[in-house]
């Protein structure tokens, strides 16, 4: 039985162009599918998740971690009455902006379109949603319902001040009511990356032996979680030890998110919806307790694996690449695909900046690497 604060298809706000709905699918049902037939989806395959695409086939890419998130969100909406497809549709959909190479390549976008109205993988998921893919007749975009855009943009929190350019151009024309907090499905959704991420890169970080498991049984609940697969299997293979020493931790965080989220929904009162999005605080989150050990968890990572030697050197690489490109393409639009080139004036440097970063940003990890072999010499 959905709970009252659950998002409800039958009253969903509908899509900005309007369509007839189906008697087998629900709306939201429908963005899920949408989402997982977008081109900008299947390219995730071969982004980057930490390790760049090609490093090695165990590693997380953005769609593995993607799919892990929207695993770990319906089993967490499930447990909470709220609508699982509207929390999988914003799981699945809310990297679809990453540009190659993670955040690498975020950051080294965010700088070179400063002078354009900047760079976020957020805002670019919406202008992915809602403009470029274009597949369908009747409109550019996916056509998502109204909550499934909200979910995207704000699935983080209310989004204040200065708004990224591609998120304000559509809010502009489409009111996303990007003050209000989102719905508790999307709220549940970003917890569900947090845990989804802080699990698979201890995995990812272990198999490519920037630390080992000595390094890691000092953190909160990964040293208990170890110490009990040793008490129950003695002299466990090394591989099996390790999987289920995390699946413990994993398990840990799940378990305190639904957990604390049940308290605080019954503490909060909320009756609807939209006694969700005015509540004035998020109702989905961690107990102050396990934020605190996900704290040091995420100190232990940044070390000694987003900021390791090697990962490094790779972020360098990778940096002057987005960093020749898009100052090539700037300057030669001739060299993009001519349905880049057909929309865009040459003679509007801040129009064709942008179009420029939508190419780039849609590209995946291979492609950059080969296009920049091909391109510059």
């Not at 909200?150 to 929190?157: R, V």
């Not at 498991?213 to 000092?218: M, S």
Request: negative net charge; aromatic residues 8%; charged residues 25%.
């Amino acid at each position: 039985m959905p709970a009252a604060y659950a998002s409800d298809p039958d009253r969903a706000r509908g899509r900005r162009w309007p369509e007839e709905e189906m008697s087998f699918r629900s709306p939201f049902q429908r963005d899920r599918d949408r989402i997982i037939h977008a081109s900008a989806f299947r390219r995730l395959k071969h982004k980057t998740q930490v390790f760049v695409e090609h490093e090695g086939d165990y590693y997380r890419t953005r769609l593995t971690h993607s799919i892990e998130v929207a695993q770990v969100a319906r089993t967490i909406a499930g447990a909470l009455g709220l609508n699982d497809c509207l929390t999988e549709a914003v799981a699945l959909a809310h990297d679809l902006g990453h540009p190659p190479f993670g955040h690498t390549g975020e950051d080294a976008l965010q700088a070179l379109m400063k002078p354009y109205g900047g760079f976020d993988h957020n805002a670019q998921a919406i202008k992915i949603v809602t403009r470029l893919e274009c597949h369908y007749a009747d409109f550019d975009g996916l056509n998502l319902t109204w909550e499934a855009l909200e979910g995207i943009a704000k699935h983080n929190g209310p989004v204040m001040g200065d708004l990224p350019y591609a998120l304000a151009e559509y809010d502009s024309e489409h009111d996303l009511e990007l003050g209000t907090h989102a719905s508790a499905e999307a709220q549940v959704a970003a917890l569900s990356d947090d845990i989804a991420y802080n699990n698979h890169d201890l995995h990812d970080g272990l198999r490519a032996g920037l630390f080992d498991e000595a390094d890691i049984c000092h953190l909160p609940m990964i040293g208990a979680a170890f110490a009990e697969v040793d008490a129950m299997h003695a002299d466990l293979d090394p591989m099996r030890r390790r999987h289920e020493g995390l699946r413990r931790v994993f398990a840990a965080m799940v378990t305190d998110v639904v957990d604390t989220s049940r308290t605080l929904l019954a503490e909060s009162g909320a009756q609807s919806v939209e006694d969700i999005r005015h509540f004035g605080r998020p109702v989905v989150r961690f107990s102050d307790t396990l934020w605190a050990d996900l704290q040091q968890i995420r100190t232990f990572l940044f070390t000694n694996m987003y900021r390791a030697p090697s990962v490094m050197v790779k972020r360098e690489e990778v940096t002057c690449i987005i960093n020749d490109l898009f100052p090539l393409f700037l300057s030669k639009p001739d060299l993009l695909p001519s349905e880049w080139r057909r929309n865009v004036d040459a003679r509007d440097e801040v129009a064709l900046a942008r179009s420029v970063s939508d190419y780039i940003s849609g590209m995946t990890d291979r492609f950059a690497l080969q296009e920049h072999a091909r391109l510059i010499r």
